[in-house]
């Protein structure tokens, strides 16, 4: 199965996400978020560094529940950018 690119779009979205999942662990190592979420410390590395921008819902649901953040916030704050901003006259 060929894959295929990623838009920039895309790519920037999967920045912010794992910003803001980096953010949310504050403090807290990643290996407990991991563990605590059930993914490998490397696939959280990986989503916080931006080299794995499209995450299965799956694993963003776990991190989210782990950092006791809803996946809705998680969603809109990913998505907000992505909308142009309006024009004005």
Do not use: Y
């Amino acid at each position: 199965m060929v894959r295929n690119p990623l838009t920039p779009e895309e790519r920037a979205r999967g920045e912010r996400l794992g910003a803001l999942l980096r953010t949310a662990r504050g403090d807290r190592s990643m290996t407990a978020v991991a563990a605590s979420a059930g993914i490998s410390a490397e696939t959280l590395r990986k989503i916080e560094t931006g080299r794995a921008p499209t995450p299965a819902f799956f694993t963003i649901t776990a991190l989210a529940a782990a950092l006791g953040l809803s996946a809705d916030r998680l969603a809109a704050e990913c998505a907000a950018a992505d909308e142009p901003e309006p024009l004005t006259a």
